[in-house]
């Protein structure tokens, strides 16, 4: 087992639930996983994340929506842990170079998207150009919203698998 999941399987229950919420914004998913512990090994942890997620309500999506800033954004959400901001701020590396024409257009897109479903645009941004997630966002503004809430549901799901192996990998 590595020391990552060993230390996450160990710790407390309020270590282990804010670890989680760095990983996942929704307070049910975090909290489902720190009593699903302990954790045989990180494909265990995983195939739980993803099963707890899927059986949860839209509205706990949409806290974990929340935790996120704006693709583009310059500062972290108001409700982003700073495990998770530092996190953000790496996987939306494709902003840092944009140009700034770019940047407007995104954040433009940005706004269009929340005023139409009511939630910030989310998007798995690692290994993702700004344009790459602009042309991305305006696609998606064009669904229904029950199909862009299980579009940006199964987005989540991405980033909280990424973050989680981030999570082992630093043994925190």
Request: glycine fraction near 4%.
């Amino acid at each position: 087992m590595s020391e990552g999941l060993e230390k996450l399987n160990n710790a407390p229950h309020e270590t282990a639930e804010a670890r989680f919420l760095d990983c996942c914004g929704s307070q049910a998913w975090a909290r489902k996983m720190t009593e699903m512990r302990p954790f045989a090994d990180s494909t265990a942890l995983v195939k739980q994340a993803n099963q707890i997620w899927q059986n949860l309500e839209p509205e706990n999506w949409l806290e974990a929506f929340d935790a996120h800033p704006k693709i583009g954004a310059r500062q972290a959400a108001p409700k982003q842990q700073a495990q998770s901001a530092d996190w953000s701020h790496g996987e939306q590396s494709g902003t840092r170079t944009a140009a700034d024409s770019v940047l407007d257009a995104l954040a433009e897109a940005n706004r269009l998207y929340e005023e139409k479903f009511g939630y910030i645009f989310i998007v798995c941004a690692t290994g993702k150009s700004a344009e790459e997630m602009l042309e991305i966002c305006c696609k998606r503004v064009c669904n229904t919203a029950d199909v862009e809430l299980c579009i940006a549901a199964e987005e989540q799901r991405k980033i909280t698998e990424i973050r989680l192996k981030k999570l082992l990998e630093a043994g925190n």
